[in-house]
């Protein structure tokens, strides 16, 4: 049960942080645009574990796009692209 809101003048309404007379407010839009980052490097397996690794905890969205792994003289061979969403705040 959620329960009802009552007002002043006997409506069912919930209540409302906005005072009277105050003026409306435009909503803001918030467009992404993608900012594509491509890294190629060679490391050893532990290194290269521990920086996939790490993609996960960085605090934003991020997309691999692609990731390439292959056998190289001195390690791995990595190839990756990563998409990453910018935000650009927008009045509607």
Do not use: C, H
Request: hydrophobic share 40%; glycine share 6%; charged share 25%.
């Amino acid at each position: 049960d959620m329960g009802t809101w009552s007002t002043t003048d006997g409506t069912d309404a919930p209540p409302t942080d906005t005072p009277a007379g105050a003026p409306e407010l435009q909503p803001i839009t918030i467009e992404m645009s993608p900012y594509l980052v491509s890294a190629k490097f060679i490391a050893d397996y532990a290194r290269t574990a521990a920086f996939l690794g790490g993609l996960e905890r960085i605090d934003r969205v991020i997309d691999v796009r692609r990731l390439a792994v292959r056998p190289a003289r001195d390690g791995i061979e990595v190839e990756l692209e990563l998409e990453v969403p910018v935000s650009e705040p927008v009045s509607s």
